[in-house]
C-alpha cells in the first residue's frame, strides 16, 4: 500500500517555511532508485547530516541548522517516502532507512560525518553508527527512546500525554473529537497533528503556536511507514544482541534530553550505560523538541560533539 502523503506549501524550512516554490535543494537517489530531497547549509567544516523523526514525518530542522550554520556543514533530507522525497511504497525496515541514510552521506562526499538524531531519528543514526561505525566521527542522540522494549517508556508517555493536553480541556476533546473520526480531511489530520504535538512543549502559554510552526508546511503523514517501523521496534529493540552491540561501539556519543520531556528520560539510562563514550546532557527547561526551550544550551552541547 502506498503512503498516503499530501503536499503542501513548500517551505525550505520544515516547519518555518511557507510559499509555493519548490524547496530549495538537491536529489539524492539510492541504490533502489528512490528519490530523497536534501539541503546543504552551513559554513562551518564539520559534516554534520540530521536526522528529523517520525517515522513518517519530514525535515523540521530549519531552527538546527540555524543555529550551528557557523559550526558546521550541514545537511538536512527527507527520509523515504515522506515529506519532499518521492513517494514510494517503501520498503519500511530500518536496514533500508540506514542505507538510505549512508546514501545521503555519500552523495555529498562525506568519509566521515556525525550524525545528529532527533526523536525516531536517534533511533536511525544509532542504528546507523552501530552499522557503519567507520564513517561516523560522532553521534548526537536527542529525545530519543533508549534500546528497551516499548514497555519501558510507552505507557508513561500515553499518561504524561494525556495529563498535558488536559491541561486545556478544550484542546484535549477536539484531539479526542479528530482522531476518533473516520475518514478525515488533511486539513483535520493537520489540526489532530498539531494538537498532539502542542503537548510536546512545557511553555503551555506558546505551545500551539510552537506545534503550528511544525505543521508548516504541512505534507501529510507517511501512515504506513510510520506503521509498519512501529512494528518493527517492537520486534526487534530491548534485546541483549542490541545491547551488546552498543557496549561495542567505539564512537563519541553526546545524549541530549529536555528534562521535561513528556516521555520518561529513564527510557534512555540502558543505552547511556551501555555506550562506552558517552556524555549526556539533561536541559531542565525543555521537552522533546529542547532546541526550542533552550537553544543556546542545545547549541552548546551539540558543538561538543563537532
Same mark, same amino acid.
Given at each position: 500500500?502506498?503512503?498516503?502523503?499530501?503536499?503542501?506549501?513548500?517551505?525550505?524550512?520544515?516547519?518555518?517555511?511557507?510559499?509555493?516554490?519548490?524547496?530549495?535543494?538537491?536529489?539524492?537517489?539510492?541504490?533502489?532508485?528512490?528519490?530523497?530531497?536534501?539541503?546543504?547549509?552551513?559554513?562551518?567544516?564539520?559534516?554534520?547530516?540530521?536526522?528529523?523523526?517520525?517515522?513518517?514525518?519530514?525535515?523540521?530542522?530549519?531552527?538546527?541548522?540555524?543555529?550551528?550554520?557557523?559550526?558546521?556543514?550541514?545537511?538536512?533530507?527527507?527520509?523515504?517516502?515522506?515529506?519532499?522525497?518521492?513517494?514510494?511504497?517503501?520498503?519500511?525496515?530500518?536496514?533500508?532507512?540506514?542505507?538510505?541514510?549512508?546514501?545521503?552521506?555519500?552523495?555529498?562526499?562525506?568519509?566521515?560525518?556525525?550524525?545528529?538524531?532527533?526523536?525516531?531519528?536517534?533511533?536511525?543514526?544509532?542504528?546507523?553508527?552501530?552499522?557503519?561505525?567507520?564513517?561516523?566521527? &560522532?553521534?548526537?542522540?536527542?529525545?530519543?527512546?533508549?534500546?528497551?522494549?516499548?514497555?519501558?517508556?510507552?505507557?508513561?508517555?500515553?499518561?504524561?500525554?494525556?495529563?498535558?493536553?488536559?491541561?486545556?480541556?478544550?484542546?484535549?476533546?477536539?484531539?479526542?473529537?479528530?482522531?476518533?473520526?473516520?475518514?478525515?480531511?488533511?486539513?483535520?489530520?493537520?489540526? &489532530?497533528?498539531?494538537?498532539?504535538?502542542?503537548?510536546?512543549?512545557?511553555?503551555?502559554?506558546?505551545?500551539?503556536?510552537?506545534?503550528?510552526?511544525?505543521?508548516?508546511?504541512?505534507?501529510?503523514?507517511?501512515?504506513?511507514?510510520?506503521?509498519?517501523? &512501529?512494528?518493527?521496534?517492537?520486534?526487534?529493540?530491548?534485546?541483549?544482541?542490541?545491547?551488546?552491540?552498543?557496549?561495542?561501539?567505539?564512537?563519541?556519543?553526546?545524549?541530549?534530553?529536555?528534562?521535561?520531556?513528556?516521555?520518561?528520560?529513564?527510557?534512555?539510562?540502558?543505552?547511556?550505560?551501555?555506550?562506552?563514550?558517552?556524555?549526556?546532557?539533561?536541559?531542565?527547561?525543555?521537552?522533546?523538541?529542547?532546541?526550542?526551550?533552550?537553544?543556546?544550551?542545545?547549541?552548546?552541547?551539540?558543538?561538543? &560533539?563537532?
Amino acid at each position: 500500500m502506498t503512503s498516503t502523503r499530501t503536499h503542501g506549501a513548500h517551505g525550505p524550512d520544515g516547519g518555518h517555511g511557507g510559499g509555493t516554490a519548490p524547496p530549495p535543494g538537491e536529489q539524492v537517489i539510492t541504490d533502489d532508485g528512490v528519490r530523497l530531497w536534501a539541503w546543504r547549509t552551513g559554513q562551518g567544516t564539520a559534516p554534520l547530516v540530521l536526522c528529523h523523526g517520525g517515522p513518517g514525518l519530514w525535515d523540521m530542522f530549519g531552527d538546527v541548522a540555524a543555529l550551528l550554520a557557523d559550526r558546521a556543514d550541514v545537511v538536512r533530507w527527507d527520509q523515504r517516502g515522506c515529506g519532499r522525497s518521492e513517494p514510494c511504497d517503501g520498503p519500511w525496515t530500518g536496514e533500508r532507512f540506514v542505507a538510505d541514510l549512508d546514501a545521503v552521506r555519500a552523495h555529498f562526499g562525506f568519509p566521515r560525518v556525525t550524525l545528529l538524531g532527533h526523536s525516531w531519528g536517534a533511533q536511525l543514526a544509532l542504528s546507523h553508527a552501530l552499522a557503519h561505525p567507520e564513517r561516523v566521527a &560522532a553521534l548526537v542522540y536527542v529525545s530519543g527512546t533508549g534500546i528497551g522494549p516499548d514497555t519501558d517508556w510507552h505507557p508513561a508517555y500515553r499518561e504524561n500525554f494525556r495529563a498535558r493536553l488536559a491541561e486545556d480541556p478544550a484542546r484535549l476533546a477536539r484531539w479526542r473529537e479528530l482522531t476518533g473520526r473516520e475518514p478525515r480531511s488533511q486539513e483535520e489530520r493537520r489540526e &489532530a497533528a498539531v494538537l498532539r504535538w502542542s503537548a510536546e512543549f512545557p511553555d503551555r502559554e506558546h505551545a500551539l503556536a510552537h506545534a503550528r510552526r511544525m505543521a508548516e508546511p504541512w505534507f501529510g503523514v507517511a501512515e504506513s511507514c510510520a506503521a509498519a517501523l &512501529a512494528s518493527e521496534r517492537a520486534r526487534t529493540w530491548g534485546t541483549p544482541e542490541l545491547a551488546a552491540a552498543c557496549r561495542r561501539l567505539d564512537v563519541p556519543v553526546v545524549i541530549v534530553d529536555g528534562g521535561r520531556d513528556i516521555r520518561p528520560r529513564t527510557a534512555v539510562d540502558s543505552l547511556a550505560a551501555a555506550l562506552p563514550r558517552v556524555r549526556r546532557t539533561v536541559l531542565p527547561g525543555a521537552g522533546h523538541l529542547p532546541w526550542v526551550e533552550e537553544p543556546a544550551a542545545f547549541r552548546d552541547a551539540v558543538a561538543a &560533539a563537532l
